[in-house]
């Protein structure tokens, strides 16, 4: 069982006992994303998460860092998301005085020297090249752009080539300071845990570092309308990549356990109904899913698609009747026992691992008003009825709130409009 504490300094603490391993994850959370930044600042989180790595007062260098960690076999990195950035380190329990002391070095010694944010600048640059040349991750991009238009959440992660260019110390330096503080962090500690773990996190992380301040944001609400439905992004392919969908639930939202099951019925599996209409009995596709993004006030159903260019129309009509379908008829008996049973053993698999324990109680802490225990959330997944998921069903997929992107053979948003057949 898991317990939850505060220090002296504001930090909350999670430790995750799991049994039956040697190894021992230490997480840290706080609550600063790209949905944080101003709009010239776009990018800001993700590099302060990069310039972690980059060299402290104890370890002055990148080298010294990996050097440390990889001489005893460590697995660790760090991620930023819009709602909050990560940073972990996996190790054997008997180096977790190392995973706590180097993550605490980090996270308050960095010191963002010049010579290696100038540097940097030019890996993220590469970093945001890539992800835009991976057309599925690009027109999921694109679909959030479209649909929370004119928000931060609609901005990407990584920021723009223009605003990594343009960022300076003086700009980090202040930013990190506003956010990087110990009331704002949480600290998981998941995996094999012994009696001296509290003493050793008041001593690694016990102290106070920086001024008080709360991290605030702007709250995404759906407007009825918005000027643009359609995005597209001009690319000489043979595939189209398509990625369409609507605005859903938030993280903290009563109503996840229901959206959870209409995913895995809809494009969650490879028996799902998209899976089976469009690429077991048409051939028109080689991949196509359905997925969840969840932030802090709102999220979203994308279904994603990599399609033969020549039968989009023929796709997309499929995918928009299977909305339909689900809203008049509702789910399955047979379907909705399978999806209880699929997330439910997908969630217990997945915890298997200490950080994926840490992750689970984590994110929670940081972005849920209650901490539910994977048995809890299980118990929701199966007191969801077939009425619920209909409910649901009618609640999200509501044509004037499609949204659609796609990268491939059309130079504008009409173009991409006339191959789906959409208005």
């Not at 992800?131 to 990584?158: C, I, S, W």
């Not at 089976?276 to 997925?291: P, T």
């Not at 999806?339 to 994926?356: C, Q």
Request: glycine fraction near 6%.
């Amino acid at each position: 069982m898991y317990s939850k504490s505060k220090l002296s300094n504001g930090a909350t603490v999670i430790t995750v006992p799991v049994k039956g391993t040697e190894a021992a994850t230490v997480l840290t959370l706080f609550p600063v994303g790209s949905r944080y930044e101003k709009e010239k600042q776009s990018g800001l989180s993700h590099f302060i998460e990069h310039m972690m790595f980059k060299g402290t007062l104890k370890r002055p260098s990148t080298l010294d860092i990996s050097q440390e960690l990889d001489k005893v076999g460590a697995e660790y990195n760090a991620y930023t998301s819009r709602d909050y950035t990560g940073y972990y380190v996996k190790a054997s329990f008997e180096h977790l005085d190392l995973s706590l002391d180097l993550l605490s070095d980090m996270l308050w010694g960095s010191q963002f020297k010049e010579e290696e944010l100038e540097k940097e600048k030019g890996v993220i640059v590469e970093e945001l090249n890539m992800y835009k040349d991976n057309p599925t991750m690009y027109a999921e991009q694109l679909f959030e752009e479209t649909l929370y238009a004119n928000h931060p959440l609609g901005r990407d992660v990584g920021g723009l080539e223009k605003t990594v260019r343009q960022m300076t110390r003086k700009e980090m330096v202040g930013y990190y300071e506003s956010f990087y503080q110990p009331q704002n962090m949480i600290l998981v500690v998941a995996g094999r845990i012994d009696s001296h773990l509290k003493s050793k996190v008041i001593k690694f992380f016990g102290s106070n570092h920086h001024k008080s301040s709360k991290p605030i944001f702007k709250i995404y609400k759906q407007p009825e309308k918005t000027p643009v439905r359609l995005k597209s992004f001009y690319k000489k392919t043979d595939q189209a990549h398509l990625a369409l969908g609507f605005p859903s639930f938030s993280y903290d939202n009563s109503k996840n356990p229901a959206l959870a099951i209409l995913n895995v019925v809809l494009g969650g599996t490879m028996s799902s109904r998209l899976f089976v209409e469009v690429r077991e009995k048409r051939g028109l596709a080689y991949m196509i899913n359905s997925g969840l993004n969840r932030y802090y006030e709102t999220g979203n159903l994308v279904v994603r698609a990599g399609l033969d260019k020549n039968r989009v129309a023929e796709a997309a009509e499929i995918i928009l009747n299977e909305f339909e379908k689900i809203k008049e008829k509702g789910v399955t008996k047979e379907e909705l026992s399978m999806a209880k049973e699929n997330l439910a053993g997908r969630m217990v698999l997945a915890l298997e691992d200490s950080s994926a324990q840490a992750e689970w109680y984590g994110k929670q802490a940081l972005l849920m008003k209650k901490i539910r225990t994977p048995l809890e959330e299980i118990k929701r997944l199966r007191a969801v009825t077939l009425k619920e998921v209909q409910a649901v069903a009618k609640e999200v997929f509501q044509n004037k709130f499609l949204r659609v992107a796609a990268i491939g053979p059309y130079a504008t948003a009409g173009d991409l409009a006339e191959a789906l057949k959409i208005k």
